[in-house]
């Protein structure tokens, strides 16, 4: 039977910030939440999304030319993109001639995911490393994933799964048996909250999360710390509260940053949260202390 395939936008090489050790990290596209601050936009869609690099064009037209769809018009020699004609074909990609625009998105099969992989296993030897599929959320192309973590396994690697945890529990148990690690989003407690800010309720996160923790895997929670809508003392105090109540001992905060601003406008969208600005340290601090007080072991993303 054909190994089956699936729709990546990235595999990054050398990350430290994904999983214990040097890791690959595999970035698959679709998700199901729309978090106000994902600073992966292109990971949102599942199907592969054509970026533009405005700073790049010269404004030649080659591109509206080529386009079948008729998505590209030039006015005033600057280019104008109607995403909702855009096939994403690539044709404007292959013919530009200054390398304005990109396809964010391509087919793969598990085995070419795992070869890549296996280039730097020298390195997860000597780190503690391995492969890590993350996303957008990887559990939307469960087939695809369930065979890239069988197949890493069987070659050895030590393997994460990076999710948001918005999924049905008969997905988890498909991957369960074939990943050691799970690093599990929790963006807030409140439903209404949490609907408001990633576009999906939070019940079924939670349960899947509880679920998985008293299933003996390995878990590190992560919570995204965004100011002034999941940083209030009370979301932390029943954020560690659950947690430790859960059974998940550790817990990762990842401050929040603006470093995928530029790529909303690559694809032709609005970034709804300029202006807000990192958490300053004594925040983090704070933050990390109420943590650790329910007995979790808590760590600050890109800090030793």
């Not at 050398?14 to 999983?19: A, I, K, Q, T, V």
């Not at 995911?113 to 469960?142: I, R």
């Not at 148990?173 to 690690?181: Q, T």
């Amino acid at each position: 039977m054909d190994s089956p395939k699936g729709v990546i936008f990235n595999i990054q090489r050398f990350s430290l910030h994904d999983g214990p050790g040097l890791r690959t990290t595999v970035f698959l596209k679709g998700c199901p939440l729309r978090c106000l601050w994902c600073h992966n936009p292109e990971s949102q869609s599942p199907s592969p999304e054509v970026m533009y690099w405005k700073t790049r064009c010269i404004g030649c037209g080659a591109c509206a030319v080529s386009c079948p769809g008729g998505a590209i018009e030039l006015s005033s020699g600057e280019v104008c993109q109607t995403g909702r004609k855009c096939l994403a074909c690539g044709k404007c990609v292959s013919v530009c001639p200054a390398g304005a625009r990109g396809i964010s998105g391509r087919r793969v099969t598990a085995e070419e995911v795992v070869s890549e992989a296996l280039k730097d296993n020298v390195f997860f030897d000597e780190s503690g490393g391995g492969v890590t599929f993350s996303g957008g959320e990887p559990l939307m192309q469960p087939d695809f994933l369930e065979a890239a973590l069988r197949l890493s396994k069987e070659a050895g690697l030590m393997t994460a799964v990076d999710t948001c945890g918005f999924s049905s529990w008969d997905i988890f148990e498909k991957i369960i048996p074939y990943s050691d690690l799970f690093l599990y989003d929790v963006k807030h407690m409140d439903d209404a909250l949490h609907r408001e800010l990633t576009g999906a309720p939070n019940g079924v996160i939670l349960a899947n999360l509880r679920r998985l923790a008293r299933s003996g895997k390995a878990v590190i929670a992560r919570l995204p710390l965004i100011p002034g809508m999941n940083d209030d003392e009370r979301n932390i105090q029943r954020t560690g509260e659950f947690l430790s109540s859960a059974g998940v001992r550790e817990v990762t905060v990842l401050p929040y940053h603006d470093m995928g601003k530029e790529k909303y406008e690559r694809l032709g969208r609005d970034y709804s949260l300029t202006g807000l600005l990192r958490p300053g340290d004594e925040e983090i601090e704070r933050v990390v202390d109420i943590l650790r007080g329910f007995g979790l072991s808590t760590h600050v993303s890109g800090k030793s």
